[in-house]
């Protein structure tokens, strides 16, 4: 259920409003849309009537959400929802490129790596200090002691942190450091993850679980603006499939399917879609063509000796052209909306 306000209702009026429907036991999450102000009411319990909330008189409309995901879809929000962070923005036109290695090795390398994504127009610094491997016996990520290297890194070259969170217990330690939280695919469905995610201030960055389907994939997202946290970023990162030529099957149809269903941000990581450095590339590129609003890649100075993910992690030089197609890219793909 959400409620369309007045254009006239003051800030005032909306705060009582809000107080009134978490009285209720129900969350109350505000949202502009456009020029319309909009009150999103989560949670089913008794006690919140229509005609309890019209008598605030501030209430143009109450109205209900057909589909399963409410808050994410268009039907609530039609506008782009723009993520803003540090004075760069995620959904809107800038390039919106999240560069890094898999893993943060050591506090060298991911220094050199930034410079190489800032010194190329990235603004997003990615990397993971806490990975999720199949195998036990795998390297596992530095920890905090990675965080703090990332951290380093990002201060230095003036770069946005992304990495990832695995385990409700690390958020707080690893929210000290980062930017953007990344849930990775293996943990789409954790719901206990979202719902705390959704509890926190920053941005997550959601990735597509290996078999989720378009809707398990928005009703992820959902748990976590259902739970407080408006900004997230969808990232489509290749789904599994008989198809075993490559790692993953890149859902380029779900890409363009999302832009119509969901008004939030969506990036492509071409890297774990593909799992082949020399696809990294032309996959990116299509995908921002088919509405993806930035990228994620994995780079790496010597990607045959990188702990994890070499065989996909774009070298330095493969990055750079990248970089420049990427950029080329989007100014086509701006040049097509006067079509
Ligand atoms: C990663 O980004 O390094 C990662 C493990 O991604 P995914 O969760 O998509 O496999
Ligand atoms: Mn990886």
């Known amino acids: 259920m959400y409620i369309v306000l007045k254009e006239s209702a003051t800030y005032e009026e909306i705060l009582k409003l809000k107080k009134f429907i978490k009285e209720t036991g129900h969350g109350a999450l505000e949202i502009l849309d456009g020029s319309i102000k909009k009150i999103g009411i989560m949670g ?5 009537t229509k005609e309890s909330l019209k008598e605030f008189g501030i209430v143009e409309n109450v109205l209900q959400i057909a589909k399963p995901f409410k808050f994410v879809s268009r039907e609530f929000k039609n506008e782009d929802t723009v993520i803003e962070i540090k004075g760069r923005k995620i959904g809107s036109t800038d390039l919106v490129l999240m560069a890094g290695p898999c893993s943060i090795e050591n506090r060298e390398m991911i220094i050199e790596i930034a410079r190489i994504v800032k010194e190329n127009g990235g603004e997003y610094l990615r990397g993971g200090a806490f990975k999720p491997r199949t195998s036990p016996y795998d390297f596992q990520g530095l920890g905090e002691e990675g965080l703090k290297y990332m951290r380093e890194a990002c201060d230095i070259y003036d770069l946005l942190m992304v990495t990832e969170v695995m385990d409700t217990r690390d958020i707080e330690i690893i929210e000290k450091y980062t930017d953007i939280f990344q849930v990775g695919a293996r943990n789409m469905q954790n719901f206990s993850l979202l719902k705390e995610l959704g509890k926190t201030k920053k941005p997550v960055l959601l990735k597509r679980g290996l078999s989720a389907t378009i809707r398990d994939f928005l009703m992820a997202a959902e748990y976590i603006v259902a739970f407080g946290n408006k900004e997230v970023i969808l990232c489509e990162r290749g789904i599994r499939t008989f198809e075993i030529a490559t790692r993953n099957t890149v859902d380029i149809n779900g890409i363009a399917l999302l832009k119509e269903k969901t008004h939030l941000p969506i990036i492509i990581d071409a890297s774990h879609g ?25 780079v790496h100075k010597n990607p045959s000796c990188a702990l994890s993910d070499g065989d996909q992690t774009l070298t330095f030089e493969e990055f750079i052209i990248l970089c420049k197609k990427l950029k080329k890219t989007l100014e086509f793909k701006e040049s097509l909306k006067c079509l």
């Open 44 to 48: 089913r319990k008794s006690g919140l």
């Open 274 to 298: 593909t799992g082949k450095r020399s696809l990294v590339e032309p996959v990116t590129l299509g995908c921002v063509l088919a509405g993806a609003d930035g990228a994620m890649v994995e």
